[in-house]
C-alpha cells in the first residue's frame, strides 16, 4: 500500500453490466483492481446464461476496502459456478514487486460452470455446447470435455468432432510448450 500515491481522484458515472448488456453472453473476464466483487453484483442478471468466467481474486489486500477472494468466490459459487484454476497468480517480495517469489497477492480464477449443468440446461443447443466445449479447449479443461461427451455419445458427429478438436489443441500445446522453452533459451 505504501507505494502507491494518489495523485489525482475523479468522479464518474458507472452502469452495472445488467443495464448495459441486452444480449446473451458466453464467457465474462473481469480485472478491476479490486472491483471484481461489485462488478458481479451488478452482472447477477446476465450470469444465468454465463458459461464461465475470469476473474482476478485478491489474496491480500492492496486496496482499502478490497474484498477478498473468498467473498468473491462466495458470490460467484452461489450463481451455479465452479472454481477451476488459478489462471495466474502474482507474488510480491516487499522491496521487489517484480519477482516471482515472496507472498501470494493476487491470482486469475477460472470459474466454470459443470458439463452437468450445460446439459441439463441447454441440451438442445449445439451451438450452447460447442460454445462451452470451446471454452474448455481454451484453458486446456479436457477432463470436463470429456464428461460432457460421455454424456452425448449418442451424438456421433458431435463426438466426432469434439475428438479431433481435441487432438489439435493437444499438439497445439505441445507446440507452445516448445516454443516457450525455446524462447527462454535464446533470451
Given amino acids: 500500500k505504501s507505494r502507491f500515491q494518489v495523485k489525482k481522484k475523479s468522479q464518474m458515472q458507472t452502469k452495472k453490466i445488467d443495464s448495459i448488456i441486452s444480449d446473451?453472453?458466453?464467457f465474462i473476464k473481469i480485472d478491476a483492481q479490486g472491483g471484481e466483487l461489485e462488478i458481479l453484483k451488478g452482472a447477477m442478471g446476465c450470469l444465468d446464461n454465463v458459461l464461465g468466467l475470469e476473474v482476478e481474486l485478491g489474496i491480500a489486500e492492496i486496496y482499502k476496502k478490497q474484498p477478498l477472494h473468498s467473498d468473491v468466490i462466495q458470490l460467484i459459487e452461489e450463481c451455479g459456478f465452479v472454481f477451476i484454476v488459478f489462471t495466474?497468480?502474482?507474488?510480491?517480495?516487499?522491496?521487489?514487486?517484480?519477482t516471482t517469489f515472496g507472498q501470494l497477492v493476487f491470482g486469475d480464477g477460472l470459474f466454470?460452470?459443470?458439463?452437468?449443468?450445460?446439459?441439463?440446461?441447454?441440451?438442445?443447443?449445439?451451438?450452447?455446447?460447442?460454445?462451452?466445449?470451446?471454452?474448455?479447449?481454451?484453458?486446456?479443461?479436457?477432463?470436463?470435455?470429456?464428461?460432457?461427451?460421455?454424456?452425448?455419445?449418442?451424438?456421433?458427429?458431435?463426438?466426432?468432432?469434439?475428438?479431433?478438436?481435441?487432438?489439435?489443441?493437444?499438439?497445439?500445446?505441445?507446440?507452445?510448450?516448445?516454443?516457450?522453452?525455446?524462447?527462454?533459451?535464446?533470451?
Fill in 24 to 26: 446473451h453472453v458466453d
Fill in 88 to 98: 495466474v497468480l502474482r507474488r510480491w517480495e516487499r522491496h521487489d514487486l517484480n
Fill in 112 to 187: 466454470l460452470r459443470q458439463p452437468e449443468y450445460i446439459l441439463s440446461n441447454f441440451s438442445d443447443d449445439k451451438s450452447v455446447i460447442k460454445k462451452y466445449i470451446s471454452v474448455c479447449c481454451l484453458y486446456n479443461r479436457y477432463d470436463l470435455i470429456k464428461v460432457l461427451t460421455r454424456a452425448i455419445e449418442q451424438d456421433r458427429e458431435t463426438v466426432d468432432a469434439l475428438k479431433c478438436l481435441v487432438k489439435r489443441f493437444n499438439r497445439f500445446a505441445t507446440l507452445r510448450r516448445y516454443c516457450y522453452v525455446l524462447a527462454r533459451a535464446l533470451g
